[in-house]
């Protein structure tokens, strides 16, 4: 079992920063992908950004040039710099994870979510 714990989501002005967390413990042996995801009320859940085992990463259209991901593998924790965030980026932040075991299994794990709001 893998667990996924997201933080720094918080409240912010248009045209502010915020930087995302999100830590992975528990029986950790190689992270195939892992991504941020958001849901925004009344919306379907959206990929952001993802960033693969080779570190090489892809984004949402909506957030290139202002997002930046990034993995600290020795300290299995992922991040999210979130820079000129607007109005519509207000959503629930997901960390995602996929993960294989020793024995080569994958399962796809997910954090509980931080609050990101952006607003005035």
């Known amino acids: 079992q893998v667990q996924l714990v997201e933080s720094g989501g918080d409240l912010v002005q248009p045209g502010g920063s915020l930087r995302l967390s999100c830590v992975a413990s528990?029986?950790?042996?190689?992270?195939?992908?892992m991504g941020w995801y958001r849901q925004a009320p009344g919306k379907e859940r959206e990929l952001v950004a993802t960033?693969?085992?080779?570190?090489?990463?892809t984004y949402v259209d909506s957030v290139k040039g202002r997002f930046t991901i990034s993995r600290d593998a020795a300290k299995n924790t992922m991040y999210l710099q979130m820079n000129s965030l607007k109005p519509e980026d207000t959503a629930l932040y997901y960390c995602?994870?996929?993960?294989?075991?020793?024995?080569?299994?994958?399962?796809?794990?997910w954090g509980q979510g931080t609050q990101v709001t952006v607003s005035s």
């Open positions: 995602n994870a996929d993960h294989r075991d020793i024995n080569g299994y994958d399962r796809t794990y």
């Open positions: 960033v693969n085992s080779g570190f090489r990463t």
């Open positions: 528990g029986s950790i042996y190689s992270f195939r992908s």
